[in-house]
């Protein structure tokens, strides 16, 4: 039982330092965009379409080719004048779908600028993982990262002594066991 233990162990800390070291490794190749099968995730910084997703929730949106397709209650995510991303619903339709009159769910009035479908960069997709953001926040942070590389590997080197430790003194105990042959 202890074996399968030490191995299933060893296996899910070796895998959660893998795992990370590839998931900064992505990270930083798509600055900062990261991608999953072709969706790109963001955070949720504010509460303006709750309760479709929460505050600090990720959400996954699809990457749009022609931004002039969306109709009235889309979700869409764009670049404000701000240049900030923005998550709202299409409120209306204008100028031949070159123009979008977004709101936020949770808001009382429609955004005062309208979007221009040059600006669009994405539709959300239905997908929503409440609460991710922080953790993903947290992780794409330079503190985060490291502490997310360096404790597991620490705590992978840890086990890796405490292992190599027990087998030493599996070896060594039968030599002191044998009976002396004078």
Not at 70 to 75: A, L, R, S, T, W
Not at 90 to 97: L, W
Not at 126 to 148: C, M, Q, R
């Amino acid at each position: 039982m202890k074996k399968v233990i030490s191995g299933v162990t060893t296996s899910v800390l070796f895998i959660l330092l893998i795992v990370t070291v590839l998931a900064v490794i992505s990270n930083q190749a798509a600055d900062g965009e990261p991608n999953v099968f072709g969706y790109q995730l963001k955070t949720v910084l504010s509460g303006s379409m709750v309760p479709e997703f929460q505050t600090g929730s990720i959400i996954a949106i699809e990457p749009i080719e022609e931004p002039t397709q969306f109709e009235k209650g889309d979700v869409i995510t764009y670049i404000n004048p701000d240049d900030n991303l923005v998550t709202h619903r299409v409120h209306e339709v204008m100028n031949d779908d070159q123009q979008y009159i977004t709101k936020g769910d949770n808001n009382n009035a429609a955004d005062s600028e309208p979007v221009l479908a040059e600006n669009v960069v994405g539709q959300y997709t239905g997908f929503t993982v409440p609460y991710a953001g922080y953790v993903a926040n947290f992780a794409t942070s330079p503190e985060g990262a490291l502490f997310l590389l360096v404790v597991p590997g620490a705590l992978l080197f840890g086990y890796s002594i405490i292992i190599i430790s027990r087998a030493l003194r599996q070896i060594e105990t039968p030599d002191e066991k044998e009976p002396d042959s004078q």
